[in-house]
């Protein structure tokens, strides 16, 4: 199983930016998917979390601004952020707790790469 993220760039503060993330390779079930951010200097902390029962878990400092949501189909997640903010700058990850055929009684914890978003002031 692999995750690809992509979406991350430059954008001026007050800016959108809308993030992707594919996983591909053999999967049974998705049962929960997040963003994560890193920015310089700082811990890896939650951005956004699903679960597969559309539970949501927003970080207070993006509450109102950023939507998770995921397209099922595609193996997908997204992250939507509006009225980006220079403290949103950060390397965004994405992750998925993943069942696979081999193993549908344990999820797998897998990570994308990282995009990075840069909010200029």
């Known amino acids: 199983v692999q995750l690809q993220a992509s979406g991350g760039g430059l954008v001026q503060a007050g800016g959108s930016l809308r993030l992707s993330c594919t996983a591909s390779?053999?999967?049974?079930?998705?049962?929960?998917e997040g963003w994560y951010r890193r920015a310089p200097g700082k811990q890896r902390e939650l951005v956004a979390y699903?679960?597969?029962?559309?539970?949501?878990d927003y970080a207070d400092s993006v509450k109102g601004r950023f939507t998770i949501s995921t397209d099922n189909a595609k193996n997908t997640v997204y992250l939507q952020m509006n009225s980006l903010k220079p403290d949103d700058t950060a390397v965004y990850y994405c992750?998925?707790?993943?069942?696979?055929?081999?193993?549908?009684?344990?999820?797998?914890?897998?990570w994308g790469q990282g995009t990075l978003v840069t909010v200029s002031s």
């Open positions: 992750s998925m707790e993943i069942k696979e055929p081999r193993s549908v009684y344990q999820a797998s914890h897998y």
């Open positions: 390779g053999s999967i049974f079930s998705i049962n929960g």
């Open positions: 699903i679960t597969d029962g559309n539970r949501f």
